[in-house]
């Protein structure tokens, strides 16, 4: 399974980015797919996870209610929409995909990495 993720930029606070993440290769095996982010000096932390199959979704905290997680199977393809950005949002955005099939996708090992998209956001 190749991810290939795209979309982020530079915003001011208070403004939105939707990043994509196209799945090709072996996709039939996806259970899900995620989102994780990494900022300067800081480690690696979930954001949101979607199932591939039913749609169901789980996010971190500190982005409930801002942020949306959302798939097109048809297009193989998964986002991430991010609403109401805020300086501490700024990091690099890894797309995941797992082939293990468990109960909640914030808890579970990922088998597939793309490459990060910067987002950066401006106060």
């Known amino acids: 399974v190749q991810l290939q993720a795209s979309g982020g930029g530079l915003v001011q606070a208070g403004g939105s980015l939707r990043l994509s993440c196209a799945a090709s290769?072996?996709?039939?095996?996806?259970?899900?797919m995620g989102w994780f982010r990494q900022a300067p000096g800081r480690e690696r932390e979930f954001v949101a996870a979607?199932?591939?199959?039913?749609?169901?979704?789980y996010y971190a905290e500190s982005v409930k209610g801002r942020f949306t997680i959302s798939r097109d199977n048809a297009e193989n393809t998964v986002y991430l929409q991010m609403n109401s950005l805020k300086p501490e949002d700024t990091a690099v955005y890894y797309c995941?995909?797992?082939?293990?099939?468990?109960?909640?996708?914030?808890?579970?090992?990922?088998?597939?990495w793309g490459q990060g998209t910067q987002v950066t956001v401006s106060s």
């Open positions: 290769g072996r996709t039939l095996s996806i259970y899900g």
């Open positions: 995941a995909a797992t082939r293990r099939v468990v109960g909640d996708l914030r808890h579970v090992e990922y088998d597939y």
């Open positions: 979607i199932r591939w199959s039913g749609g169901s979704t």
